[in-house]
């Protein structure tokens, strides 16, 4: 599975953006699927999750109620409205092997390259 984020950039405070990640192929059974960021110096951070059915999200305590997390067919999507300075970072999406999720950034088994957000 190779997976290609976009939709980063820069944006004042407040302001909103929509990532995307497109999957190489087909989850078949669908796979947990999930947003990640980082920023220099600090350890990875799980934005949100979706499990494979579609039906379970799951957000880190500083997005709920800013980001929506959802996916059609082969491509991930996280909205994100009301951002905030903290939230710059780069933002990576990840999928599992199963369709349940976890929380660690260990038991995703593959990664996007990233896209950039910047608030200001």
């Known amino acids: 599975v190779q997976l290609v984020e976009s939709g980063g950039g820069s944006v004042e405070a407040g302001g909103s953006l929509r990532l995307s990640c497109a999957a190489s192929?087909?989850?078949?059974?669908?796979?947990?699927m999930g947003w990640f960021r980082q920023v220099p110096g600090k350890d990875t951070e799980g934005v949100a999750r979706?499990?494979?059915?579609?039906?379970y999200t799951f957000y880190t305590d500083s997005t709920k109620g800013r980001f929506t997390i959802s996916r059609a067919d082969n491509t991930l999507y996280l909205q994100m409205n009301d951002l905030k300075p903290e939230d710059r970072a780069m933002y990576y999406c990840?999928?599992?092997?199963?369709?349940?999720?976890?929380?660690?950034?260990?038991?995703?088994?593959?990664w996007g390259q990233g896209t950039q957000v910047t608030v200001s």
């Open positions: 990840a999928a599992m092997v199963t369709i349940g999720c976890s929380v660690s950034p260990e038991t995703f088994r593959w």
């Open positions: 192929t087909d989850t078949g059974s669908r796979r947990c």
């Open positions: 979706i499990d494979g059915s579609g039906q």
